[in-house]
T-cell receptor, first 116, second 109 residues
Framework: GAVVSQHPSWVICKSGTSVKIECRSL??????MFWYRQFPKQSLMLMAT?????????EQGVEKDKFLINHASLTLSTLTVTSAHPEDSSFYIC????????????FGQGTRLTVV | GQNIDQPTEMTATEGAIVQINCTYQ??????LFWYQQHAGEAPTFLSY??LDGLEEKGRFSSFLSRSKGYSYLLLKELQMKDSASYLC??????????WGAGTKLIIKP
């Protein structure tokens, strides 16, 4: 299957700082990437849909000024958590869709963010 | 609204068979996916059903009934490594994945 690489796999940052998470599709061009957040023992919550070359579409309740998404190329999308707070601590996962109807949305390894 | 229901937790014995059910109510249907997620890791794709019937892939099988809004994931010859959460997800009319909360499967020796 297709490979999606996410970096870093874990990060600890101080409250008030910003953290950037990268998501790369290694062997295919991903016109669409998705960013999820998952709190312990809960399911995936879609935060935003990132389309190459255009603005991301954010889900209701997700602050677009706090979670900056940039999809500058067909193989890279970044999520920047700005002015992070302890309540932003979570597991962030990206997925990428290969063009086509039957697309399984391959996932990156996830990033464990801890804000102290 | 859109809704996907699956049991919160199930327990099974190593070597046995377990069936994890998923019912859904979505605006449109463009396929149902099952994913496996080990604790602290991202989900990995297991199966995809878009037509009614059973799809078999090794020890794992997935069944779909679109008229009933129902699917199940069947795991045979359970191994300890199968202990994980199993997520059911449906692609709606906008081709967006709607996720269930996941079923935590505990395998006992």
């Amino acid at each position: 299957g297709a490979v999606v690489s996410q970096h870093p796999s874990w990060v600890i940052c101080k409250s008030g700082t910003s953290v950037k998470i990268e998501c790369r599709s290694l062997d295919f061009q991903a016109t669409t990437m998705f960013w999820y957040r998952q709190f312990p023992k809960q399911s995936l919550m879609l935060m935003a849909t990132s389309n190459e070359g255009s603005k991301a579409t954010y889900e209701q309740g997700v602050e677009k000024d706090k979670f900056l998404i940039n999809h500058a190329s067909l193989t890279l999308s970044t999520l920047t958590v700005t002015s992070a707070h302890p309540e932003d601590s979570s597991f962030y996962i990206c997925s990428a869709r290969e063009p086509g109807v039957i697309s399984e949305a391959f996932f990156g390894q996830g990033t464990r963010l801890t804000v102290v | 609204g859109q809704n996907i229901d699956q049991p919160t937790e199930m327990t099974a014995t190593e070597g046995a068979i377990v069936q994890i059910n998923c019912t859904y109510q979505t605006s449109g249907f463009n396929g149902l996916f099952w994913y496996q997620q080990h604790a602290g890791e991202a989900p990995t794709f297991l199966s995809y059903n878009v037509l009614d019937g059973l799809e078999e892939k090794g020890r794992f099988s997935s069944f779909l009934s679109r008229s009933k809004g129902y699917s199940y994931l069947l795991l045979k010859e359970l191994q300890m490594k199968d202990s994980a959460s199993y997520l059911c997800a449906v692609k709606d009319s906008n081709y967006q994945l709607i996720w269930g909360a996941g079923t935590k499967l505990i395998i006992k020796p």
